[in-house]
């Protein structure tokens, strides 16, 4: 299964700064890397950065969607609108946005079926919080978050579907699991998977995230069913960025 390294901007970067990291990371990735790359930056700089890696291969997408397709719903995007500025991917359920803006296992289903019907590929977020660890309730949370997600989720429809199994301890803390605590957790996240989804499942890729950095990427990526990773801080470096993709290979 090809890896995928997918960069997640969260709320940084100007149209300045992203345009100096385009063409940063483009000179950086001449030869090609042999795994996706994918790059969600804030909304306002989806169509800028859908032109400047045009020539590219890397990927564009959104941070979050709204399930339905347009209305009254003052600060949200469609899968549509995201469709419509070039984006082909979306994150959702990202743990920030369970813990800020409250959202629910509900609305993640929602939303991934929502971009499955649009023709965007949904990256779902799943994870537990350090107390929920401690408590060895890991495999419980995160099992539970994935059938919510999934939770009536057409078989046929998930081609394009990816997982990221982010540890919120280990978001933006520099705290990473180990590579033996991600692979654990994502065999289980596989298993349950093919429970869901049958033969589907097996296809799908599976992504850490959590403090990834260029000298933990490798050996992360190198474990079973750790398809790729998804990058918060150091994804915001064309040169930090660049040392994960190549160690993707
Ligand atoms: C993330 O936001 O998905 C993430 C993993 O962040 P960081 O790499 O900064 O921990």
Redesign the pocket.
């Given at each position: 299964m090809k890896h995928l390294v997918a960069g997640?901007w969260?709320m940084n970067h100007t149209s300045r700064e992203a345009a100096e990291f385009a063409r940063r990371l483009i000179e950086k990735m001449k030869p090609r890397p042999s795994a996706d790359v994918w790059i969600f930056p804030p909304f306002m700089l989806i169509q800028a950065m859908v032109k400047a890696f045009e020539k590219s291969d890397v990927r564009i997408g959104g941070q979050n969607m709204h399930h339905e397709k347009k209305g009254a719903f003052t600060g949200e995007v469609s899968a549509d609108q995201l469709l419509d500025a070039g984006a082909k991917a979306v994150i959702i359920g990202?743990s920030e946005r369970r813990q800020i803006f409250q959202e629910t296992d509900a609305q993640v289903n929602l939303k991934v079926k929502a971009a499955l019907a649009a023709g965007l590929a949904p990256v779902m977020c799943v994870g537990e919080t350090l107390a929920e660890r401690e408590s060895g309730r890991t495999s419980d949370v995160v099992l539970s978050q994935l059938r919510a997600g999934l939770k009536s989720i057409d078989r046929k429809s998930v081609a394009t579907l990816e997982i990221a199994y982010?540890p919120v301890w280990?978001?933006?803390?520099g705290r990473t699991a180990t590579p033996a605590q991600a692979a654990e957790v994502h065999a289980l996240v596989r298993k349950e998977l093919r429970e869901i989804l049958g033969d589907a499942g097996a296809g799908i890729r599976i992504l850490y995230?959590?403090?990834?950095k260029p000298d933990n990427a490798k050996d992360l990526m190198s474990r079973p069913d750790v398809n790729g990773c998804?990058?918060?801080?150091?994804s915001l470096d064309a040169d930090s960025f660049a040392g994960i993709i190549f160690g993707a290979q």
């Open positions: 997640n969260k990202h982010e280990a978001i933006g803390t995230g959590g403090s990834v998804l990058v918060g801080g150091a």
